[in-house]
C-alpha cells in the first residue's frame, strides 16, 4: 500500500497521507463525489479530479501488483526465477515492462526454434556468436541428426538460425530497444487498398499519408483505422522513414547486431550472421512490435476520443435549465405531422396532440389555433421545439404565434433532439407513459430537456446524444465507464430533488443504484412526498452507508427542515445548531442572511469532528442554499429567412450553438439541418492547443461563413469575425466553393505556433477528410 500510494501522491502532486486517507474511504465503500464534498478534512482538500485520477490509477496498479505475483510465482514453479530477475520484475513499472520480462516464461506453441533446441543445436548458435572466424557448414557438420529436419548442415544452420531468433523475440532489454527506436523516428503509412477503394472515397486523402507514430492525432488515427476496417486501407509502420533505397539496411538491425554482440568483420560467419539479424527483425519483431505498437496508438486514440466525448457531455448535461415553467414539447415533422406535449412546471405530462401545418396537408391556420388554445388553456410559458426535420418551419409558425398572440408572453426556444427517438423506445419511456405513442413520447422529451437538460438526458444512452468522436469505433467498456463518472459527477454536482427526481435521475446520485433508487420512487408514490431527508431510512435496502453517501446530493424543497434543500450534509447539522445558538437566531432568519454569516468567525465552529473545510462549506451553502452552479438561462436566435444550406451566402454574420467540439475543431448548429465546422485554427487569432480550451457543447457563439460546399454539404465558418470574405463570382458560386481570406491581423502568429497549426490547417473545407469522416462517424 505505501508503494502504491507514493507513486500516486508524485502523479496527482499531492501528499502520501493524503493518498492513503482518499484510499482508505473508497475502500470503505464511500464515493469520490462524497469524499471531495463531504470528507475534505480526511483528504485534505484533494478535489474530484485528483480523486478520479487517484481511483483509477489505484486499480491500475492493484492489478499490476497482482499480474507480478502471478508471474513471479509461475516463473518459480519452473525453477527459473533468479535474483536479477525478481529484481527487474519488482521494479516494472508498467504492465508492458512486466509482460516483456515474463515473455520467455511463457507457456508457447511448439516452435521451429524450441524444435532446434530440442534437437541440440544451441551450442552451434552460441559458437557462432561467439567466434564468427569458424565457417558456418564447416562446423554445422559437426551438428547434423538423423532426425530428418536437420539431416544435412544447411538444415542444422537453418536450426540455428531458429534458436537465434527465437531468443532475441523474448528478450526484454533488445525489445525495449527497439521499442524505443519505433517510438523516436518511425512513421504510421496508409496507403490505398487498390482492391475495395473507390475514387470517391471519403478516406481518399489516407491513400498516400504518413505520420510520425508519436504525432498521429486521435481523430486521424481513429479515421484510419475505419479505413482498414472497411477495407479501404492498408496501415502498417515504416522503422526508416529516412531510407529511400528499398533494401537499405534497418537502423533496427543495428540495434539488434550490437546487443547480440556481432560485428562485422568479414569473418566467416558474417554473412550468416547477418541473416540471423534480418530475419529476427523482419520476421520476429518487427512483425510484434508493429501490432503492438499500433494497439497502443489505437488504445491512446480512444482514450482521447473518450475524452472530448467525455468533456462535450460534461457540457450537455451541466447546461442552464429553463427551470420550473409549464412548457410545450414541439417534434416537428411533415408528412406525419408535428407532435406535441404540453408538460407542467415539474415536468408531468398534461395534453398532447398532433398539427400538420406542412406539406403535404398544410394546415397551417388550424395549427395555430391548436398551439393558441392548448397555450391558453395551461397557461404555457416555454415552446420547445426540436431541431430535426421541418423544424425551421415550424419555428416560423410559432413566431406567428407569439407575435399574433402577445398576451400569451410565449417564449420559443430550439433544442437539440439528438436521443429523443432513443428515449422515447426505451423500456424507461414504456414504463412511464404506456399508453402514449412512441412519437408523442419524444416530444414530452423534447420539452422536458429545456426545463432541466440534466434530468431529461441521464435517461438516454449517452452514446445517443451525438457528440462523440468516432464513438463507435472506441473500447465500448472504457467509454461506458468514464461516461458514467461523467454523469454521476454532474448530478452530484447539481443536486437532485428527490421528490421529482425520476428513478434514472436518482440512480446517479452518490451511494445509490437502479434498485434502491427505484425503491424511492415507489415509497414516494405510496406514502407521498418526503418531508425530511431522514425518512430516507425507511426506503426498503437505503441502509446507513447509502444514506451517508447520498443524504447530501439529495434536496428537500419546502420540507420541515429547510436545511434539507441545501449543500449541507446531515451529518453536520449540529454545527448549524451551535450557529443558532451563539447567535440566537433561528435557522429561518440566518439562511440567506449574508452580513450575518460573513461576520462569524469560522474558527468558532470547528471541534474535533468538524475541522475549517466543511465549516466554511457550510456557512457557504447558509449564504446561498442549494445554489444550482449551472450558468444562467439563455437562448440562441437562429436568423431569418436562412433555413437550409442553400441560404448561405460567404460572410454571413450568424448565431449559433456549438453541438459537438472534437479535437479539431467545433461543430455549430446554425438552423440548416446541417452543422458547420470551425476549424481549431479559425476559433481565436491565438494558438490553440485544445479547442476546449475556447468552445464547449451548448455554447452559444457568433460565426462567420466562409466557404459552402453544396454537394457534399459542408459549410466551413469562422470565429475570428474581422476574417475577410471576398464576394463570390459566379462561377464561384456556381461551383459552390468560395475561400477564406485571412486578414493580416489575424495572419499574425509566430513561426512556432503557424508550424503547429499548419499540420491540420483547413480554415475551408478542401482536403479535410477528418472532417467528412468525423461526419459520417456522427451519423452512425
Known sequence: MSKLATLIAQEINAHVRQVNAAITLLDGGSTVPFIARYRKEATEGLDD???????????????????????????????KLTPQLTAAINAAETKTRLEDLYLPFKTKRRTKGQIAIEAGLTPLAESLIANPQQHPLQLAKQFVTSDASFAAPEQALEGAKF??????SVDAELIAKVRNQLLAYATLESKENKKSATADSKFKDYFSHSEGISKVPSHRMLAMLRGKNEGELQIGLNADPEFTEKNATSYCEVIIAKHLGIQY??????????????????????????????????????VEAIKVFAANLTALLMASPAGPKVTLGLDPGLRTGSKIAVVDATGKLLDHTTIYPHVPQQQWQQSLSTLTTLC????????????????????????????AKPALKLQKIMVSEAGASVYSASELAANEFPQLDVSIRGAVSIARRLQDPLAELVKIDPKAIGVGQYQHDVNQSLLSKK??????????KVGVDVNL????????????????????????????????????????????????????FLRILNGKDPLDNSGVHPESYPVIKDITQQTGKNITEIIGNSELLKSLNPQDYTNAKFGLPTVLDILQELDKPGRDPRPEFKTATFK??????????????????????????????????????VHISALTNRFVKDPHEIVKAGQIVKVKVTEIDIARKRIALTMRLEDEVPIASHHTVANNKVRLKTSNKSAKQSPTKAQHNTADRNSGL????????FANAKKR
Request: some cysteine; aromatic content about 4%; charged content about 30%.
Open 49 to 79: 479530479g485528483q480523486l478520479r485520477t487517484l481511483e483509477q490509477r489505484l486499480t491500475y496498479l492493484r492489478d499490476l501488483e497482482t499480474r507480478r505475483e502471478t508471474i513471479l510465482k509461475n516463473i518459480a514453479e519452473q525453477d
Open 766 to 773: 478542401s482536403n479535410s477528410a477528418f472532417a467528412d469522416a
Open 376 to 403: 391558453q388553456r395551461y397557461s404555457v410559458e416555454l415552446i420547445s421545439i426540436g431541431n430535426g426535420t421541418a423544424s425551421r418551419e415550424t419555428d416560423k409558425l410559432v413566431a406567428e404565434l407569439i407575435k
Open 265 to 302: 568483420q568479414n569473418k566467416p560467419a558474417d554473412e550468416w550472421l547477418k541473416s540471423v539479424v534480418h530475419s529476427s527483425w523482419k520476421q520476429k519483431l518487427l512483425i510484434q512490435l508493429e501490432t503492438e505498437l499500433i494497439g497502443k496508438m489505437k488504445e491512446s486514440a480512444e
Open 501 to 552: 427526481a425520476s428513478a434514472a435521475l436518482l440512480s446517479r446520485v452518490a451511494g445509490l443504484n437502479k434498485t434502491i433508487a427505484e425503491n424511492i420512487v415507489n415509497y414516494r408514490n405510496d406514502n407521498g412526498p418526503f418531508s425530511k431527508r431522514n425518512e430516507l431510512k425507511k426506503v426498503p435496502r437505503l441502509g446507513p452507508k447509502a444514506f451517508e453517501q447520498c443524504a447530501g
Open 640 to 677: 431569418d429567412g436562412i433555413e437550409k444550406i442553400t441560404d448561405l451566402k460567404p460572410g454571413m454574420l450568424l448565431e449559433g450553438i456549438i453541438s459537438n467540439v472534437t479535437n479539431f475543431g467545433a461543430f455549430v448548429d446554425i438552423g440548416v439541418h446541417q452543422d458547420g465546422l
Open 483 to 492: 461516461l458514467d463518472i461523467v454523469i454521476e459527477d454532474c448530478v452530484n
Open 163 to 168: 534458436i537465434l531468433m527465437e531468443k532475441a
